[in-house]
């Protein structure tokens, strides 16, 4: 083998925000604030205060390889936290606001953050769990003198670095090193940390920008209702520094009219998050009669993009969506579904099927299907078996979990991802759904999935969920809990009925159940773990 003769310069986060600045530094960013009103500034103001800032970090005795925490909303603030931590090697621990008391103090004691940096909504979770966070010498207030919250010890933001330089030479140092932790929701036993490297995490951005393209550019701007305290906005910092894009932060006012209101007042062309948000804002369309002005795409991920949520966004709006599958422990991109020229020109109905696909894999991510015995399977679109993922920006294992890093990775090195699904030979892969969440009925798979997707196209429900309920002779039957839509008043006979015409008969809900609201959990999804644990003493209609 002949070694090629090329520099090998390491991949570094700092280098996103110095090419930021420079080549983009005119380019604005907005945030809607935590104190009230809109802050504005550029690229280039940006990377002085991140200078500033890390220099206040150096100053404080941060050192490379300390984790330091953000408990904060989406905000020019915690943007900058992520690139002053990691530009100097330290650790940025991105903590989920939603967390349970004992994740709270789990996470924090087992990352063992130094400094823990909070918006000004976040103060009475520190106050609370200030006495079990032990590691944690210093407090930083994410704000000004004017608006501190009345917290012994604490530092202020601005205060901190008003001081400093806005001047800084980054250092360099190996690009594998750590540059962002980020712990799982843990639906499952403790949470799992994902600790990305300054190699990956650009990687990661460089996939993205390279299949998302059309959302990113200098004239393009991206409103990211995925938050910056789980698995980084979707890679957005970093993915927007690179193409110079705008970012909106819209800091805590997450409901449908104040999105509306952000997005249509900002102009946003592109918005980012999870299906719940989408139900929200798409109500909020419905009683204005329109779209906000500009919008053009929505990226839908985390969970599945219902089938009817696409058709509304598309054909009453004329807003493309684009629907991610991935996971924090993949940065966390692994498929986008756009379509290929000769998809596109297919009429609506099949272009919405497809779109309820979860895409195909993003350049880097390496997929396979296998059985039980861990056979691959093939992509014939037909076999469907445990995903599993390969890739620079994937996970090698949990930081200080050894139990769980054997687990994570089978024979080959593959992560297994725990969802299961199905791959076709053009690459378009359809989750079929977690393992945890599929209905096991008498020795067949029913797809919660594809069951509330058929359930959603009725115009009476807002949202449902299907759950598997125990059964004494099937193993498990499935059960749709669901939403009534304002002012409707669905039966459940018609929508079994519905249901029926659409879906095979053993795969038809053995009872549907109305609730007031679905419970969602730490990422804005729908929980079907507390659904679970809700009805588990429902009886089902037949069971007796
Ligand atoms: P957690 O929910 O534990 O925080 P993640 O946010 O990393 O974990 O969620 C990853 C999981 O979410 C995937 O394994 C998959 O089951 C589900 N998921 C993500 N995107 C989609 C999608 N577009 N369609 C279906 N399921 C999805």
């Not at 679109?381 to 990775?409: C, H, P, Q, T």
């Not at 029926?500 to 053993?506: H, M, Q, T």
Request: hydrophobic share 45%; glycine share 10%.
């Amino acid at each position: 083998m002949l070694t090629g003769m090329m520099m090998n310069r390491p991949l570094l986060i700092s280098g996103l925000i110095d090419f930021a600045s420079e080549v983009y530094g005119t380019i604005p960013m907005v945030s809607q604030t935590v104190e009230g009103g809109i802050h504005r500034y550029t690229f280039a103001d940006s990377r002085k205060r991140i200078a500033k800032l890390a220099n206040a970090l150096i100053a404080m005795g941060v050192k490379p390889g300390d984790r330091v925490a953000t408990l904060a909303w989406n905000g020019y603030r915690h943007f900058e936290l992520y690139y002053a931590i990691s530009g100097i090697g330290a650790v940025c621990h991105t903590i989920n606001p939603r967390l349970s008391a004992e994740q709270f103090i789990y996470v924090v004691n087992h990352a063992e953050d130094t400094a823990l940096f909070f918006d000004i909504t976040f103060a009475p979770i520190v106050e609370k769990f200030k006495a079990h966070w032990k590691p944690v010498k210093t407090y930083v207030a994410m704000t000004d003198a004017a608006h501190m919250p009345d917290m012994a010890g604490a530092l202020c933001y601005e205060t901190l670095i008003a001081p400093a330089s806005d001047q800084i030479v980054w250092p360099d140092f190996p690009e594998d090193t750590a540059a962002a932790l980020c712990y799982t929701s843990g639906t499952t036993g403790d949470p799992k940390g994902a600790l990305y490297s300054h190699r990956s995490t650009v990687l990661h951005s460089l996939y993205s920008v390279a299949t998302i393209n059309m959302a990113f550019g200098s004239d393009r701007s991206i409103l990211p209702v995925v938050p910056l305290f789980h698995v980084n906005a979707w890679g957005l910092p970093y993915s927007a520094a690179i193409t110079g894009t705008t970012l909106i932060f819209p800091g805590a006012k997450l409901d449908g009219a104040s999105l509306f209101e952000l997005m249509e007042s900002e102009h946003a062309s592109g918005s980012w998050g999870v299906p719940t948000v989408w139900l929200g804002l798409l109500a909020e369309m419905k009683k204005r009669g329109r779209k906000p002005v500009g919008l053009k795409h929505v990226l839908i991920g985390g969970s599945a993009a219902p089938k009817p949520m696409i058709e509304t966004f598309e054909k009453d709006y004329g807003i493309t969506v684009l629907q991610g599958w991935g996971m924090t422990e993949m940065s966390p991109l692994g498929t986008v579904g756009h379509l290929l020229p000769e998809e596109e020109n297919l009429d609506f109905a099949e272009r919405v099927e497809l779109k309820a696909k979860q895409g195909r894999r993003v350049y880097g991510v390496d997929l396979k299907i296998v059985d039980e015995a861990g056979t691959r399977l093939p992509h014939d679109d037909v076999a469907s078996g445990e995903l599993f993922v390969r890739g620079n920006a994937i996970v090698s294992g949990y930081y200080k979990n050894e139990g769980a890093s054997v687990r994570a990775l089978d024979k080959e090195g593959w992560f297994a991802t725990g969802d299961v699904a199905r791959i076709a030979a053009n690459g378009m892969l359809t989750i079929v759904d977690r393992t945890k969440d599929l209905v096991k009925s008498g020795g067949e798979w029913i797809s919660s999935i594809d069951v509330e997707n058929a359930a959603m196209a009725h115009t009476g429900l807002a949202n449902c969920a299907v759950i598997g309920i125990p059964h004494p002779k099937w193993t498990e039957r499935p059960v749709l809990v669901a939403v009534k839509a304002p002012g409707a008043e669905p039966s459940k006979d018609e929508i079994l009925k519905l249901l029926d015409s659409k879906l095979a008969k053993w795969q038809l809900p053995d009872d549907v159940i109305f609730v007031e609201a679905l419970p969602i959990g730490p990422t804005g999804k729908v929980s079907k773990r507390d659904l679970r644990a809700k009805f588990a003493d429902y009886k089902l209609p037949e069971a007796g």
